[in-house]
């Protein structure tokens, strides 16, 4: 069964600050793997992803992830913080093979301060 | 830009009611999806369609159907509310044939249910 971890519930950040939120994930085979951000009161907004390629993906609104393979892990991270940035975010992922639905992990809060 | 609409966003019902949650995609995709969320819990997959008519449970069916008429909407059905499914539920759709799981998944904005 495939699953993903995001080991920190909250992530604290001021703003102008370079901030990352962990992830890491189980499935067989190789992975696809995606980002997604959430507003208050709204739904899920894709972000960015990684099929294959280049281990360093570049997304909307500044973000990026790198993929690392042999730590299983899909870090997403920002050079430098907007206090718009504040949102939950969620890391998902899907087997590259056969169908395979997205298995989400259960979110990080980030907060970025003035 | 790809459009999920949610056609209601808040509803409280009582126990036992019988509820529809309508979802409608404008982007002529053929996989739909129902997920829950849960703080704490994330986004768990309820039920999920691949074609017109097809069905596929996810990792929480039970207390739920699904019924999808049309290839642009698909319908999550609580047979007999119950006040443990209270929760957000998020509608959602990806292009695509059912062996290849990379494209994107689009959200809705989200249907917040309340059973008392």
């Known amino acids: 069964a495939q699953s993903v971890a995001q080991p920190e519930d909250q992530v604290n950040v001021a703003e102008g600050n370079p901030l990352t939120v962990k992830c890491t994930y189980s499935?067989?085979?190789?992975?696809?793997l995606f980002w997604y951000v959430q507003y208050p009161n709204r739904g899920l907004q894709f972000l960015l992803k990684y099929i294959t390629g280049d281990n360093l993906v570049k997304g909307s609104y500044g973000f990026e992830a790198e993929f690392n393979k042999s730590q299983t892990s899909f870090h997403l991270k920002k050079p430098s913080a907007l206090v718009s940035d504040s949102a939950l975010y969620f890391c998902?992922?899907?087997?590259?093979?056969?169908?395979?639905?997205?298995?989400f992990g259960k979110g990080t809060m980030l907060l970025v301060s003035p | 830009d790809v459009k999920v609409t949610q056609s209601s966003r808040y509803l409280v019902k009582r126990t036992g009611e019988k509820v529809f949650l309508e979802c409608v995609q404008d982007m002529d995709h053929e996989n739909m999806f129902w997920y829950r969320q849960d703080p704490g819990l994330g986004l768990r997959l309820i039920y999920f369609s691949y074609d017109v008519k097809m069905k596929e449970k996810g990792d929480i069916p039970e207390g739920y159907s699904v019924s999808r008429e049309k290839k642009e909407r698909f319908s999550l059905i609580l047979e007999s509310a119950s006040t443990n499914q209270t929760s957000m539920y998020l509608c959602a759709s990806s292009q695509g044939t059912p062996t290849n799981s990379g494209n994107t998944i689009y959200f809705g904005e989200g249907s917040w249910l309340t059973v008392v």
């Open positions: 998902a992922v899907s087997a590259n093979s056969g169908y395979s639905t997205l298995t």
């Open positions: 499935v067989s085979g190789n992975p696809y």
